[in-house]
């Protein structure tokens, strides 16, 4: 039987429950993770590594106590789960050189430490969340060069762009280099933003460049599982696409069509177009994108479709619109730019959530001779590699970021 466990925030400095999860029946693990986050508040996991695989072995939730309850009845009625009671875990702090930090910051949670094969392991594995005053006063110490600052920033800390955007300037200093490096290496998908900046240490340092192919090569789970990207847009935000011709940048006003602008801020937050290709360019028309060179995610995303929206602004040049299919109520991941004045498209039906506000001349110089001649059901079914292999001169997005 396959066991899952759920460690318990109690109050700060006191001691945690496990409560093992006995798993009935075979259930995908970042569907099972992430279902349970967004209903119940359950925001980590250890391990974090690759959630694109059936359950099997041990894995720890934090939950917060009073949210127990409402993760068992989930556990239970959704995923076949059956929760019984397990004797208390230990509870290690913090070393003692930040021990009378932590205790005058409070902790919004204690800093749980997860029982491997060998015994108990160190504070790099613990897992949890931290107040705004802990995490500023675990900076401090980690700016000092303190390697167990480090260990816990990594294991507990938000993974919010603050977060992240703090341990980045760490690299400037060489000596602390290496341990921020490493720690934003443990953020995994969030720490996206932090490349430009790690790619930068890596240069001083080439020691470093397996991390930053790390960060690259990360993934966030709602790629396999589509009801996690269910966020709301902000009625205006700014999206910056990174591509292999130069940088552009898409202004989105949600007022326009509100849910396309949400499933593209999801898109976008998520890394779906991170190397995604234009596979249809046709000058004077539009250039398209928005099919994940893996086909898993293909496969995911197919079906989760929007209903259509009225045409509010026009497929004007520089304007963005999701495609779809004849039939009603297609939209899925597809984009296009339109390259001129499509009029004729507001007619069918495309409605326009947003436009290229900088760097219109980048879209225009994207490789276009390949015109219609990409197929999307192999590009679908096949991935990037198809494309590599028949159109390897197609441009792509290398990362694209909400900057704004």
């Known amino acids: 039987m396959r066991t899952l466990a759920l460690l318990l925030f109690l109050a700060p400095l006191g001691a945690g429950e496990d409560v093992p999860i006995a798993a009935a029946a075979k259930t995908h693990l970042g569907d099972l993770v992430e279902t349970l986050a967004a209903t119940t508040g359950v925001t980590y996991l250890y391990p974090p590594a690759d959630l694109n695989r059936q359950l099997g072995g041990r894995y720890d939730f934090l939950v917060p106590r009073e949210r127990l309850g409402s993760a068992a009845d989930f556990l239970l009625s959704q995923a076949g789960l059956e929760v019984r009671p397990y004797p208390p875990v230990k509870v290690i702090l913090p070393s003692s050189a930040l021990e009378t930090r932590f205790r005058a910051s409070g902790l919004d949670a204690v800093i749980q430490f997860d029982r491997g094969p060998g015994g108990w392991t160190k504070a790099q594995d613990a897992q949890g969340s931290l107040s705004s005053a802990t995490v500023e006063a675990l900076l401090a110490e980690a700016a000092k060069g303190r390697k167990t600052a480090f260990d816990i920033l990594a294991a507990t800390g938000p993974r919010t762009p603050p977060m992240i955007a703090a341990v980045a300037t760490l690299l400037a200093d060489p000596a602390l280099r290496s341990e921020a490096a490493a720690t934003l290496a443990r953020f995994g998908f969030p720490a996206k933003p932090a490349l430009p900046a790690l790619r930068d240490a890596a240069k001083a340092d080439p020691a470093l460049e397996a991390l930053v192919r790390e960060i690259e090569a990360a993934r966030h789970p709602a790629l396999l599982s589509p009801p996690l990207a269910t966020d709301t847009a902000p009625q205006r935000y700014v999206a910056r696409f990174e591509t292999t011709q130069g940088d552009f940048e898409v202004e989105v006003h949600r007022d326009w069509a509100p849910l396309a602008a949400d499933r593209f801020y999801n898109l976008v937050r998520i890394g779906f177009f991170d190397g995604a290709r234009f596979f249809r360019v046709v000058p004077g028309f539009i250039a398209q994108f928005g099919k994940s060179g893996d ?9 989760s479709t929007l209903e259509d929206e009225p045409v509010s602004e026009s497929n004007k040049r520089g304007y963005l619109s999701f495609a779809k299919m004849p039939q009603p109520d ?24 947003g436009r290229v506000l900088r760097g219109i001349e980048v879209v225009d110089r994207l490789y276009s001779a390949y015109g219609e001649e990409p197929d999307q059901g192999h590009l679908h079914y096949k991935g990037d590699d198809y494309l590599k292999r028949n159109f390897p001169k197609l441009d792509r997005i290398k990362a694209a970021t909400v900057v704004e």
């Open 295 to 303: 086909p898993e995610v293909n496969k995911r995303w197919y079906q």
């Open 330 to 353: 297609t939209r899925s991941t597809q984009v296009f730019v339109n390259l001129a004045d499509n009029p004729d498209l507001d007619k069918q039906g495309f409605s326009a959530f």
